[in-house]
């Protein structure tokens, strides 16, 4: 897997979500038991937009990405919109979904 961002985006993310860096993000793509789905609502033609709510290595994470492309290798490159810190709501879905 590869990931990409904004190095502007990146620094204003930390400073808008409590410390939340892409670079803690990249740990969420190693959690087995994330929740994953297409965000149709802001997602274009051009753009089709993932949320995945996730274990980073210190706390649970929602982060919004773009998927780009897969390479000739079958590896995946992603582009980091946002990532913050699970609300209580989302805190309980990811629960719920990992009970079974």
């Given at each position: 897997m590869n990931?990409?961002?904004?190095p502007d985006k990146s620094a204003s993310n930390i400073i808008k979500h409590d410390g939340v860096s892409f670079d803690e993000a990249?740990?969420?793509?190693?959690?087995d038991h994330a929740i994953e789905e297409f965000d149709e609502?802001?997602?274009?033609?051009?753009?089709?937009?993932f949320i995945?709510?996730?274990l980073s290595t210190r706390r649970l994470l929602v982060v919004v990405f773009i998927d780009l492309t897969i390479d000739v290798a079958g590896e995946?490159?992603?582009r980091f919109i946002s990532a913050r810190r699970a609300e209580r709501d989302e805190q309980k879905l990811y629960e719920e979904f990992n009970q079974a």
């Open positions: 990931f990409v961002w904004d990249i740990e969420t793509f190693y959690d609502a802001n997602s274009s033609d051009v753009e089709k937009r995945r709510i996730a995946a490159t992603y």
